[in-house]
């Protein structure tokens, strides 16, 4: 009878063969403090996926680089079009599909004003539209990034005063041949969580487009599945990260997406100044990042001046 008795925690402890071997490890998160993958590091899956992507980016880049070059001393838009194929191949390649809500403008000497949160924004908004960037003048001397910013065509824009007057020059003249820009208010990439405020100094040369469009970005799914807040730091790119590891931490997952929405476009002539230009633009471009980043239904929104009805397109 006493050899059927048997110890209550070993009644209730599960057979060995399904015991761990090892306990589980939990780290501790403290707010603000470094991101990582919560997860943790999948063993050989993501690093393989993560090398494959990484090396048929630069195999593909080092194919573009020739031909975006030839395509810059010939007429026509054969540059244009090339450019655009080029990040949607790099969009594919990285595994980042792209929803674009809203109607794209056909029409030349468009200005989009977009929010910006990572480099991923110069590959979504590069595959898409048909458009040259505003960068700031340090990605110019980048290695290899500087190359393929400057066969782009980007204007690069500086934070000396002396050249203010030229970089908005060579700007009011690229419009004026009828090509189209992508500018980032904000003048630097934010967390992700909000749209920094915009600043109305750049832009100066908006009356010199036919047409504003502003446009929100968002990157609303991981893993095939929705977006939250703490998955931010896997697309975002701020501060003082390094682009290589977090290219390499993003590249290890799947089901990758962004959304962009695509808001009414207006007439500069219909805003009476840069500063209602700016506060119009930056009150649409947050309130549609903020749909998408809570995974709400989005749709273009009107660009509204306080007091004022919805401006026409």
Not at 22 to 51: C, E, Q
């Amino acid at each position: 009878m006493d050899a059927a008795i048997r110890d209550p925690a070993e009644a209730l402890a599960p057979p060995s063969r399904l015991r761990r071997r090892k306990p589980l490890r939990f780290r501790r998160v403290v707010p603000g403090g470094r991101a990582f993958d919560v997860m943790g590091d999948r063993p050989f899956g993501g690093r393989f996926r993560a090398v494959r992507r990484l090396f048929f980016a630069s195999l593909w880049t080092l194919f573009a680089i020739p031909v975006q070059a030839v395509l810059l001393l010939l007429p026509g838009r054969g540059k244009i079009a090339f450019a655009r194929i080029y990040w949607r191949v790099m969009c594919f390649i990285i595994g980042m599909r792209i929803r674009v809500v809203g109607n794209r403008r056909p029409a030349p000497r468009t200005l989009y004003l977009a929010n910006h949160s990572s480099w991923l924004d110069i590959m979504v908004l590069g595959g898409t539209l048909e458009a040259a960037f505003v960068s700031k003048a340090e990605v110019g001397q980048w290695p290899l990034i500087g190359t393929v910013a400057k066969l782009g065509r980007t204007v690069f824009v500086s934070r000396s005063r002396g050249r203010t007057g030229n970089e908005a020059k060579e700007m009011r003249d690229r419009l004026a041949t009828g090509d189209s820009l992508i500018l980032f208010p904000e003048g630097t990439s934010s967390d992700g969580t909000r749209v920094l405020p915009f600043r109305s100094s750049f832009l100066a040369v908006a009356d010199a487009a036919e047409v504003i469009q502003p446009v929100s970005v968002a990157y609303d799914r991981l893993g095939g599945l929705p977006a939250c807040r703490r998955d931010r730091p896997i697309f975002a790119w701020y501060g003082d990260m390094s682009i290589g590891p977090h290219a390499w931490r993003l590249c290890r997952h799947a089901g990758l997406r962004a959304t962009i929405l695509l808001h009414d476009p207006v007439a500069p002539t219909a805003i009476p100044n840069r500063k209602a230009l700016s506060a119009a633009a930056e009150a649409t471009v947050a309130e549609g990042a903020a749909t998408l980043r809570q995974n709400r239904e989005p749709k273009p929104l009107p660009v509204l001046i306080p007091g004022q009805a919805a401006l026409p397109a």
